[in-house]
């Protein structure tokens, strides 16, 4: 998340950071100052929608992992 307005850090510098990160990943270009950023709803709301993103993420991983165990397979692991 990177403020399109943000006086301290130019936004280029998130685009960077953004190109240069492995997937998966996301940018979200918000509105606002660096220090007010959340004081506007609607990034409040793209924060938010962006956490709730990735608690689904997880919750997916978790099915995947316990479905590979319920299967019997395993992943990195070695058999003696």
Do not use: C, W
């Not at 953004?18 to 709803?41: E, G, L, Q, V, Y």
Request: proline residues 2%.
């Amino acid at each position: 998340m990177q403020s399109r307005d943000d006086e301290i850090i130019n936004i280029q510098h998130g685009k960077d950071l953004f190109a240069a990160a492995r997937p998966p990943h996301s940018f979200i270009a918000m509105t606002d100052n660096h220090n007010h950023s959340f004081n506007r709803a609607s990034n409040r709301e793209l924060l938010l929608g962006y956490l709730d993103r990735l608690e689904l993420l997880a919750v997916v991983e978790k099915l995947q992992a316990e479905d590979s165990l319920a299967s019997g397979k395993t992943t990195g692991s070695i058999s003696h």
